[in-house]
């Protein structure tokens, strides 16, 4: 079956150290994969797009890289901050046309 | 301000009972998605509308329904309720039905008791 796996519930790093967080797919053959942020009790922000023919795609402190043979994104925050502390959910579209399929998200938290 | 407005905010009813769920998607935008939070299940995709007309059905309960009007707003209708159904419910946009960033809501609290 399709499964989107996010392989951290949770990361606790430092301030000002580099957060790595893992997407992996499987059976899907995704155009695009997407990043997006949820603060408790909020709805997901949208944070990055990245096509499956770009392998890295960057925004300020962000970076994501997509490996169609390895099914596998990564989402790397640098010069993390307290203020990074929330939820990331990685996104797939399953079937052109239709909407996007989340993981179940990494709880990231950065100390002071 | 994602500019997805939803509503109630917070709803609290009894096992057993009907609600409605409404949804005013960003100015422009045509297609709609619901989608339900629980803590133990994620994000989980319920169903989708473009310009009127359902476009994709996810894991959405024949309990559940949903319908998007002319004025591209939407409802999502929860009957028969159950604990279970107690959640956090998204409603989303976007422009178009792919290859896009969906806006989500800032959701609707239900809980039944």
């Known amino acids: 079956s399709q499964k989107i796996e996010q392989n951290s519930e949770a990361l606790n790093i430092q301030e000002g150290k580099t957060a790595t967080l893992t997407c992996n797919y499987t059976n899907y053959s995704p155009a695009y994969l997407q990043w997006y942020r949820q603060d408790p009790g909020r709805g997901p922000v949208f944070l990055l797009l990245i096509r499956e023919n770009e392998k890295e795609k960057r925004k300020e402190r962000l970076k994501v890289t997509f490996d169609t043979t390895l099914k596998q994104s990564l989402f790397h925050i640098t010069a993390s901050q307290p203020a990074d502390s929330a939820t990331y959910l990685c996104a797939l579209d399953v079937q052109a046309g239709t909407a996007l399929i989340f993981g179940k998200g990494t709880t990231l938290s950065v100390s002071s | 301000d994602s500019g997805v407005t939803q509503t109630p905010k917070h709803l609290i009813t009894a096992t057993g009972q009907r609600v409605t769920l409404r949804c005013s998607p960003r100015s422009g935008d045509l297609s709609v998605y619901w989608y339900q939070q629980s803590l133990d299940q994620g994000l989980q995709f319920l169903i989708q509308?473009?310009?009127?007309?359902?476009?994709a059905k996810g894991n959405i309960l024949e309990r559940f329904s949903a319908q998007q009007f002319p004025d591209l707003h939407s409802e999502l209708n929860l009957s028969s309720l159950e604990l279970g159904d107690s959640a956090l419910y998204f409603c989303?946009?976007?422009?178009?039905?792919?290859?896009?960033?969906?806006?989500f809501g800032e959701g609707s609290w239900l809980t039944v008791v």
């Open positions: 989303a946009s976007s422009v178009v039905g792919s290859g896009n960033t969906i806006y």
């Open positions: 509308y473009y310009n009127g007309e359902e476009r």
